[in-house]
C-alpha cells in the first residue's frame, strides 16, 4: 500500500470539508518527519484564512488515529505526519507474503508495441545501438509484468538501395564464402569493401543500381540472395542479444521489408484524406505545427521523386499497422533524441489521417548519447565506432577478474557466471540510472565499483542477504510479524513500502532512473540496517522478524533489478 496515498485519502475529506470542494492534500516525504502536508497554505489564499488555523481543523477532522502515532501543525501551517510501527509494520507484512510485492496488475491492460534495438542488416551493432537495446528492454519487461500484452518491434533496416550494392558484392563474392564471412559476424568489414568496390568502379555501381530495381519489383533470384544477407545478420544480432541478456527473440525482427506492400496503400490513403500535397515532384504530407527556421512548413517526405519509398513512409505504415491490425494503444519508440523532429511530424501525420487516434497514442522514449572520459562521444582508438560485443566482452572479463579477486573461493564456472552477470548488469545499470535524456560518461572503475549507486552494490547487497539465509540453514517466515523497534527498521520499512508507487510511476513516464535510484536507497537503507541490527544473533521474535525484513528486501531487489535487466548472483 502507498503510505502518501494513505494518508491522503485520509486528509482528503478533511480538507474537503474545511474548503467546501475537493483538495489535493499534497502529502511527501519530510525531514521533520515522517511525511507532511503542505495543502493548508495554497488554501489559505482561497478561504482567506490563516494557514495554520486550516491545518489545524484538518487535522481535527481527519481520521489518523489508526495510522500515525503523531500529527501536529508546525511552521505557517505544515501538517507533520509520524506513521505509527504499528501501521508501518502491518503494511510491510502485507508486502511480505503479497508475491507481487505491492504491485498490482494493471487494471486495464493494453497492447503495447515497444520499438527498440534496431540494427541494419550487414552492418554491425555498435555502441549507439545499447542505449535503444537496454531501455526497450527494461520497458518491455516493466509494462509485462504489470499484465501489458508487450509486443516487441526490432525494426532492422533491410530494405533499400544499399541493398543494390550489397548483393552484388554478395555475388562477386559466391554465396558459400559469403555465407561463410557473414556468419563469423565480419559485417562491417563486409559492408566496407561492398562501398569501397561501389565508390571505385563504375560497372559494379551500374549492377547494383540494376540490382535495387531486381530487388523492388520481387525478382526471385535477387530476393534469395537478400534473405541470405538478413538471415546471416539476424544470427549476428541474437548472438548481442544473448550476450547482453536481452528478451528480444528471432519472432521480434520486422524489417522495413515486411511494410514494403503497405506502402502504396499508406499513399493513397493518405492522398484520399487530402492529406499529400506536391512539393519539388515528392508526395508529402505538411503536418501543422512543423516550421523549419525560417518560419516555412517542412514537409513530411512520403514519396520521394523518384518515386522510392523513405523512413516516412515506413514509419506511417507500421503505425497504421499497429494501431489497425495490431489493436496496439500505447506505441513507444526507443529512439535516440536526435530524431525527435522526424517522430513529432509522423505522429502528427498519422493523426491527422486518423490511425493515432484517443485511447491509442505514440511516445518519443528519447535517449542521450554515450561518452568517453573525454567527455565527447565515444570512439575506438582508430575513431571508429565501438562495436557493441566488444564493449560487452570487456565489461565481463573486467568483472570476472575482480570476481576472482574479491572472492578466490569461485569455482571457474561460477565466476565466469558472476563475472557475465557483474559485467552485463554494470553495462545497464550506467544506462538505466542515468536520466536517459541526458549524455553519460562511460567510466569502467565507476560502474564496477562495490561501492555507490551502481550494478555490483545493489548485487552484493543481494548476495549478502542470500549468505544470511545460507548461514541461518532456514528460510524466512513471510507471516513473522514485523517488529519495527530501531530507526534502522522503520527507515527500511519506508524504502520497502515504496516500490509499488515509484513501479507505478516508471510505467508512465519510462524513468527508469527513478527505478534505480529507489533500489539503490533500499540497498543503502539494508546496509544501515545490517550493521546495526543483529539478525542471526538477535533473540525471538525479534530474529524472526528481521529475517522477514531481510527475504522482503532481497525479493524487492532482485524483482527491480530483473525488471532492469539484470541478474541477482546468489554469491560474489
Known sequence: MDLEKLLADRLAPAFATVAGGPVDPIVRRSQRADFQSDAALALARRLGRPPRAIAAEVLDLAALADVCSAAEVSGPGFLNLTVADEALGGLVSALA???RLGVPVAVEPETVVVDYSAPNVAKEMHVGHLRSTVIGDAAARLLEWLGHRVLRANHLGDWGTPFGMLIEHLVDLGGAEAARELSMGDLDSFYKTARVTFDADEAFRERSRRRVVALQSGDPATLRLWRLLVEQSERYFMTVYDLLDVTLTERDFHGESSYNDLLEPVTEELDRLGLLRESEGAACVFPP????????PLPLIVRKSDGGYGYPATDLAAIRHRTGTLAATRLLYVVGLPQRRHFEMVYAAATQAGWLAPPARAEHVGFGSILGPDGRMLRSRAGGSVKLVGLLEEAIVRATALARERNP???EVEAAEVGRAVGIGAIKYADL????????????ERMLSLDGNTAPYLQYAYSRIRSIFRRAG????PEAAISLADPAERAL????????????EVADSLEFHHLSGHLYRLAVAFSA???RCPVLRADEPVRESRLALCDLTAR?????????????PERM
Open 433 to 444: 540510472s542515468s536520466d536517459r535524456h541526458k549524455d553519460y560518461v562511460l567510466d569502467w
Open 97 to 99: 507474503t503479497d508475491p
Open 529 to 531: 540496517f545490517y550493521e
Open 556 to 568: 524487492v531487489l532482485r524483482q527491480g533489478l530483473y525488471l532492469l535487466g539484470i541478474r541477482t
Open 474 to 477: 532456514m528460510a524466512a517466515r
Open 409 to 411: 573461493d569461485l569455482g
Open 493 to 504: 520499512a519506508f524504502e520497502l513500502v515504496g516500490f509499488g508507487t515509484v513501479v507505478g
Open 289 to 296: 505545427g512543423s516550421v523549419g527556421r525560417d518560419g516555412e
